[in-house]
């Protein structure tokens, strides 16, 4: 290719970010280039820079940021000495953005189609009619179901993975010569990524469309990417060609991110005595659906049961039961040998206490104005009735729990956290409150793999000294393979298959079991394609058309 078919050049790309009366640096001079057509992989731990970047690629800074350097040339106009108007127009027209958090990014008050028409119509790109008819067309090529009616939902009446294409499908609606994709499956299940993986890779090539696709996941980059630019701290440690990259890393930095998921937990023995936890024939609804049927699992103390399954296969549901948040309308939940009460607010303190849960989200889950020490403090004081001298040393002894200096950390606010120092803070929030069970909820699908290793690790050496059971949902088998004891896998409201962590990865599977496992991407830039040609030859629905 020639220096024509140079789309986006950016030299020297300087970013930094407000620190009270300073500015530090968080991208210190990146250069990058892409090409027409092309699509480029950043990858790199939480801080590296990597969705900052995607940002400034665009001409733009987040508040409290500001691009302080380099040049930004999109198809030859400097995106840094354009005007608002101009940006305006190219953003949404020439130059589209993907978020990692579809829900998110919707707004929840006006359907799908409003969304997708209003950048064609608003640039002058097609009228509305048009744009309608369009949105059909595009909603078809991203195998969404229906697609001459989904649009007409509101984004909480379709699937994560259907919000995740639909925002997509809406990217493309102006046909732009870029697209940013930030994180764009990290939070979805293995075969609902496959969905959108599929889709997405679909949708550059027919049009031709150049991407920049921003991810810490490096198996899914494998098949996206014709390059791989690798970046620590803002600052670039290597670029190369994907196969390059794979093959033969030159950086130790990288070399660690090929090796990062070594983290096993030892095998336990087989479980002793009660269930800290017993599920028993359980059933649910949400009105007049029912979303659990027969639902049956035991945890034991110091053992770690994983429930596995696409979005809906009933996972949170189930954790929603054991707490009490949705009474089932059959079967029941025992503690320790005893029945619980089926709502919550009929269950003693105590009983409340025993189970406790952290989040997915610890960006979410964290009140934004409470320092660290009410945040982790409000459980120990509310459960064990801890005041003054006493709080204080409980909660310093549980940000050593989790390995979190106290006198750096104790009255510093969530935004003044890393995203995994976030999710140490909801461990400790759990801890405090001195339970027998906690339900991790994909607490490490949102981290990159370094971070979310270290909370692994973390969580292994607290179950260990402090005798906690885990139910650990999650759709990361990687995940599974580090940290399970058991398994219980779900679809549709059902446990279809559950036995030891042995025995479940050992063939041969139910044949749902065997979906998930071969939708788990490897680290091979021809996987993807070969297992959407194996799954074709087997007569297997197209992805998203279920």
């Known amino acids: 290719m020639s220096d024509k078919d140079i789309l986006l050049d950016i030299k020297g790309l300087k970013i930094e970010g407000k620190a009270g009366d300073d500015w530090l640096p968080i991208v210190n001079g990146i250069d990058l280039t892409l090409r027409k057509g092309e699509v480029l992989g950043l990858i790199g731990e939480s801080g590296a820079g990597k969705s900052t970047i995607g940002l400034g690629a665009m001409g733009f800074a987040r508040d409290g940021c500001r691009i302080s350097g380099g040049q930004i040339l999109f198809d030859g106009i400097d995106l840094r000495k354009a005007s608002a108007d101009k940006l305006r127009r190219l953003r949404g027209k020439r130059i589209a953005y993907v978020a990692q958090s579809a829900a998110a ?108 696709y921003i991810t810490h996941d490096l198996a899914v980059v494998a098949q996206m990417a014709d390059r791989i630019k690798i970046l620590l701290r803002g600052d670039e440690i290597e670029e190369a060609d994907t196969r390059t990259m794979l093959a033969q890393p030159k950086h130790d930095y990288t070399k660690s991110l090929w090796a990062v998921r070594s983290f096993q937990r030892e095998t336990q023995a087989a479980p002793e005595g009660q269930p800290v936890v017993s599920v028993r024939g359980v059933s649910a609804a949400y009105g007049p659906v029912r979303v659990l049927d027969d639902v049956s699992f035991d945890i034991y103390a110091r053992r770690t049961v994983a429930v596995v399954g696409e979005s809906g296969s009933g996972k949170s549901t189930a954790a929603r039961v054991i707490t009490g948040l949705l009474p089932p309308i059959e079967g029941e939940v025992l503690f320790e040998g005893k029945s619980l009460p089926a709502d919550y607010r009929q269950r003693t303190r105590d ?84 339970p027998r069970f906690i339900i991790c909820d994909e607490v490490t699908s949102a981290l990159d793999q370094i971070v979310a290793e270290g909370i ?44 030891t962590k042995a025995e479940m990865f050992a063939p041969p599977h139910h044949p749902y079991t065997e979906l998930l496992l071969s939708s788990v991407p490897e680290m091979d830039p021809d996987w993807l394609t070969h297992l959407l040609e194996k799954r074709s030859k087997q007569g297997m629905p197209a992805p998203g058309a279920i």
């Open 456 to 499: 692994l690790r973390l969580l292994d050496r607290l179950q260990g000294e402090l005798d906690l059971a885990y139910m650990f949902i999650t759709h990361d088998l990687a995940t599974v393979r580090a940290i399970a004891d058991d398994v219980v896998v779900m679809q549709q409201g059902r446990v279809v298959e559950q036995g």
């Open 105 to 212: 990014s919707f707004n929840p008050a006006h359907k799908l189609m409003d969304q997708y028409c209003e950048a064609p119509v608003r640039h002058g790109v097609m009228s509305r009619a048009e744009a309608e008819h369009d949105a059909v067309e595009l909603y078809r090529k991203m195998q969404l179901p229906n697609p001459e009616e989904i649009g007409f939902r509101y984004p909480h009446q379709v699937s994560g993975g259907q919000l995740q294409r639909a925002m997509t499908a809406m990217a493309m609606s102006c046909r732009p010569d870029l697209i940013i994709f930030d994180e764009p499956t990290t939070a979805l299940d293995v075969t609902t990524q496959i969905e959108v993986l599929a889709a997405i890779r679909d949708i550059v090539e027919q049009f031709g469309t150049a991407a920049i």
């Open 351 to 434: 009983q409340l206490r025993h189970a406790q849960m952290i989040y997915q989200m610890a960006d979410t889950a964290l009140n934004p104005k409470l320092t660290i020490r009410k945040l982790i403090g409000r459980p120990a004081q509310m459960y064990l009735g801890l005041r003054g001298k006493a709080l204080t040393e409980r909660i310093r002894e549980l940000l050593h729990l989790i390995e979190m200096e106290p006198d750096d950390f104790i009255d510093r606010l969530p935004s003044e956290l890393s995203g995994g120092q976030k999710q140490r803070i909801g461990i400790a929030r759990a801890l405090a409150a001195e």
